[in-house]
Nanobody, 126 residues
């Protein structure tokens, strides 16, 4: 079992930056892939980014490429999502999720992640 807690959300103007953190407790964090997902009001949850267990491989949804950067510090049991050049359409609740599986083909599927945090709100004003 892995427990995840997100932090770092808030209100920011368009063009601004935020850094989200996902801190884990429980089993060895370095055994898990970690993904970030977001859900805007009235929309389905969507994949944002993911990072492999050692941090060597990263994956991004097209709309955030070049603006968001995912990283991890396994010594601190924490994954980060640095979000730059934020846009109003980035407004959503952001969730981190963890999975032990390494199947690349399912990394973007929320159903493949058994462990989830409670989410943190990100609001970008225009």
């Amino acid at each position: 079992q892995v427990q995840l807690v997100e932090s770092g959300g808030g209100l920011v103007q368009a063009g601004g930056s935020l850094r989200l953190s996902c801190t884990a407790s429980g089993r060895t964090f370095s055994n898990y892939y970690v993904g970030w997902f977001r859900q805007a009001t009235g929309k389905e949850r969507e994949f944002v980014s993911a990072i492999s267990r050692g941090g060597l491989n990263t994956y991004y949804e097209d709309s955030v490429k070049g603006r968001f950067t995912i990283s991890r510090d396994n010594a601190k049991n924490t994954v980060y999502l640095q979000m730059n050049s934020l846009k109003p359409e980035d407004t959503a609740i952001y969730y981190c999720a963890a999975r032990a599986g390494t199947d690349y083909n399912t990394l973007t599927r929320s159903m493949s992640y058994p462990y989830w945090g409670q989410g943190t709100q990100v609001t970008v004003s225009s």
